[in-house]
Structure formats: structure tokens, C-alpha cells
């Protein structure tokens, strides 16, 4: 389902629009607006995402002993690729 809405943009804005469909960006005016609008909530979520996730380190943050062994496993994990010369 979708719903149409009616938004006033400054003129100046407009012609941004256009030039971005003119260009090839958008396929309209519609899809350029959705896809602004649709980044914009994706950089919502992420970023309050981001935010309870700081929230929990800052809680209950890694020991020294944590960081240690996330360290070492990294550095195995790299080891044990198969890692092709390229040279």
C-alpha cells in the first residue's frame, strides 16, 4: 500500500530535483524524494542502534583479559587464511 502526500519544497530545492532526474540519478521526482527519505530513516535506525549499543559497553565494558583474547583470535583467524601471493 502506499499513501500520496502533498510537500511544499523551496524553488531552489526543486531545481535540484530536476537536475538529479535530468541527470539520470532518478528515474522522477517521486523516486528521488522516497530515496531521500528512505536513507534518511536508514540513518535513523542505525544510529539508535549505534546509540544502545554504546549504552551497553559503557555498562559493562570488555576486561583486559576480553580484549586480549579478541586480539589473539583476530590474529589466528588472519593466519589461517589461505592467503594467495599476489605478487
Known amino acids: 500500500m502506499t499513501t500520496q502526500?502533498?510537500?511544499?519544497?523551496?524553488?531552489?530545492?526543486?531545481?535540484?530535483?530536476d537536475r538529479l532526474v535530468e541527470a539520470g540519478a532518478f528515474d522522477?521526482?517521486?523516486?528521488?524524494?522516497?530515496s531521500g527519505l528512505e536513507a534518511m530513516v536508514a540513518r535513523r535506525r542505525r544510529d539508535a542502534v549505534d546509540a544502545r549499543?554504546?549504552?551497553?559497553?559503557?555498562?559493562?565494558?570488555?576486561?583486559?583479559?576480553?580484549l586480549?583474547?579478541?586480539t589473539?583470535?583476530?590474529?589466528d583467524a588472519i593466519h589461517d587464511e589461505p592467503w594467495e601471493r599476489w605478487w
Open 5 to 17: 502526500i502533498a510537500v511544499k519544497l523551496p524553488d531552489e530545492l526543486v531545481g535540484e530535483l
Open 28 to 34: 522522477s521526482r517521486s523516486q528521488a524524494v522516497r
Open 53 to 66: 549499543y554504546a549504552e551497553s559497553a559503557a555498562r559493562a565494558p570488555e576486561t583486559d583479559a576480553e
Open 68 to 70: 586480549a583474547d579478541a
Open 72 to 75: 589473539r583470535l583476530a590474529v
